[in-house]
């Protein structure tokens, strides 16, 4: 992965969550965050 791609990759990523907050909240970065930990359980579950 190059520079260029990894800085348009994090402003991708920086607007996408700032737009979250502004528009809806965060609530969007919350679920991720529920839908992550409960994936993280269930594959601690099959280790």
């Given at each position: 992965m190059t520079n260029k791609i990894a800085l348009a990759l994090g402003a991708i990523i920086l607007s996408a969550l700032v737009l979250d907050q502004l528009m809806n909240d965060g609530l969007a970065l919350l679920?991720?965050?529920?839908?992550?930990?409960?994936?993280?359980?269930?594959?601690?579950?099959?280790?």
């Open positions: 679920f991720l965050s529920r839908k992550l930990a409960d994936l993280i359980e269930w594959m601690a579950f099959w280790r």
